[in-house]
């Protein structure tokens, strides 16, 4: 007997007793289990700032999940020490759903995320959760590399506010060598998710050599305009040394600033730089009078001069949630 | 006095610098099945390989997982195909 998993686009066909590539869903007799149900390896409260997610309630705390596992092989990765691990070898709490909501109310979250590794692959965990914070009034934050199904993600996307997916790359050939996936499914996701009403912000973590090539980021932000249109916050971060790429250099600031400059070329209003501590391009402006809306310094946000979701001078609109 | 050739001196000559190539061909032509044969081998394992395995994963499920901090919970989003 054999089982499929229909989470990803892996799809792993499985034997009794196999474990997937993701490394936390398991054939048991004829079913298919997940070892990481309630199991977080690691639980924090961060600043919403740090998921990276900026144009949903600012200066809040998120109270923030991780278990063992992830359906990607990236090989920057900076949770490779829980995402790339077995969940047998890794230390865990016991965190049951309901407690996870009553410890992010009790700590002052305005909601719970799903992050650090990779939480599709924690799916159920995630999905009993989101439903429990909503009932009590918190909002969930998705960050992810969006390597999931469809039919996963539609019924995930009722219970799910925002999300910050990750569009590692613009090339198939990056997700195969350096990430162990593929595009495609990826893009679809993205696309998907924003038509399903998740507020969407997108990630591309910039690798010297490996992702940086300048024509590739103005086709990348070209498909972000057109297909999810001008409001969606991209964030291109900078890259350290870290795990099976510590041969390659920090990503250079003048790369940022020019990938940032592409996007705003080709008309994405909201462009950030990350991982770059005290850098005035990580603040928000308004794309209508070019006022200075909120400040940020790190994760601490020094000026806040969103009212209403509204420019403070102008009126317009801001997309995000900011209430 | 005679026309017969001396086979001796030419002909163990000869043989003597073809030996090493015939015992390379010979040698690399073993290596050769060897690699074909080890392959066939282990792409069609033996009768017992799929049992062999089974009972490695299920030696981990007992001696390792059900000892380790780890749920069991019932997952979504698959189907029993056969």
Redesign the interface.
Known sequence: ???????CPIEC?L????IGSCRV??H?D??????????PCAVHVDPIEKKPIFHMLPKTAAFSIATAGCNLTCKFCQNWEISQAK??KT??Y?LPPDEVVSMALSRGCRSIAYTYSEPSVF???M?ETSALAHRAGLKNIWVTAGYI?P??LKELAPLMDAANMDLKGFTESYYRDVCGGSLKPVLEAIELACSLGIWVELTNLVVPTLNDDLPTIRKMCRWIRQTLGPDVPVHFSRFYPHYKLKNLPPTPLETLVAARNIALEEGINYVYTGNVPYDRNSDTFCPECGRLLIQRLGYHVAVYRVENGSCYNCRTEIAGIWT | MTTESNHTTGGIKGVAQKKPLAILVCLSSLLLTAVIMHNIFTYYRGPDYAGQ??QE??N??EK??LK???????????????
């Open positions: 007997m054999i089982v499929k998993c229909s989470l066909r034997e009794n007793y196999q869903r398991m048991l004829g079913k298919l289990v997940t070892l990481v149900y309630a199991k969940p047998e230390r865990s016991h799916y159920e965990y999905y199904n039919e996963p | 395995r089974l994963r299920k981990y499920y390792v997982l380790a901090d780890v749920s069991f919970h019932e997952a979504r989003f698959y189907e029993v195909i056969r």
